[in-house]
């Protein structure tokens, strides 16, 4: 994922957001595409909190990232860009 890209979806997801609010937000059409490659991996990662965790698949979801998790993010980015 383009770091740029990645940065601004947990910018966006400071509040809670839904996954169809952050696909529209990023500009992604595919549900499929965009749940696969994009929201998992930032799940799998630690970078993004689901807001119902013992749901993963309500559709009352919601995802966040929080400070720790961003500054974290931006350790790791700027160690990577390096």
Same mark, same amino acid.
């Given at each position: 994922? %383009?770091?740029? *890209?990645?940065?601004? @979806?947990?910018?966006?997801?400071?509040? =809670?957001? &839904? *996954?169809?609010? @952050? %696909?529209?937000?990023?500009?992604?059409?595919? !549900? /499929?595409?965009? *749940? +696969?490659?994009?929201?998992? =991996?930032?799940?799998? +990662?630690?970078?993004? +909190?689901?807001? @119902?965790? /013992?749901? =993963?698949? &309500? =559709?009352? %979801?919601?995802?966040? &990232? &929080?400070?720790?998790?961003? +500054?974290?993010?931006?350790?790791?980015? /700027?160690?990577?860009? !390096?």
């Amino acid at each position: 994922m %383009q770091d740029n *890209r990645l940065k601004a @979806i947990l910018n966006f997801c400071e509040e =809670p957001r &839904s *996954r169809e609010e @952050i %696909q529209k937000y990023t500009g992604i059409k595919n !549900r /499929d595409y965009f *749940r +696969k490659e994009i929201l998992n =991996p930032l799940i799998e +990662k630690g970078l993004l +909190k689901l807001t @119902i965790p /013992d749901k =993963p698949k &309500s =559709p009352k %979801q919601k995802y966040m &990232s &929080s400070k720790e998790q961003m +500054k974290n993010c931006q350790q790791r980015l /700027d160690k990577h860009l !390096r």
